[in-house]
């Protein structure tokens, strides 16, 4: 079955870098978008970052700047390097992958919790 593994997460301060990892396996049908939401305590799940099937990327406002998405089709990963981390970066982040069929799949997510 399709398997998506979130890496990467943890606690920073602010102003620290990290980078997240997210692998798909299992059969997943070729890959178009893929994207990282997060979600911190309290709100709504939101888009940080997407990355095309031609690797054109695209950011939210609040991370622009800071924070770059990557994929390697080869093994079906994309990357979020997130530095000049902030507190309100705090939140669970998720990847989401998009096959050319239509179908979504979620990752775990994986916590990043950045101190002050």
């Known amino acids: 079955q399709v398997q998506l593994v979130e890496s990467g997460g943890g606690l920073v301060q602010a102003g620290g870098s990290l980078r997240l990892s997210c692998a798909a396996s299992?059969?997943?049908?070729?890959?178009?978008?893929m994207r990282w939401y997060r979600q911190a305590s309290g709100k709504q799940r939101e888009p940080v970052a997407v990355?095309?099937?031609?690797?054109?990327?695209r950011y939210a406002d609040s991370v622009r700047g800071r924070f770059t998405i990557s994929r390697d089709n080869a093994k079906n990963t994309v990357y979020l390097q997130m530095n000049s981390l902030k507190p309100e970066d705090t939140a669970v982040y998720y990847c989401?992958?998009?096959?050319?069929?239509?179908?979504?799949?979620w990752g775990q997510g994986t916590q990043v919790t950045v101190s002050s």
């Open positions: 990355i095309t099937s031609g690797g054109v990327p």
């Open positions: 299992g059969g997943i049908f070729s890959i178009d978008d």
């Open positions: 989401n992958v998009l096959n050319v069929l239509g179908h979504n799949y």
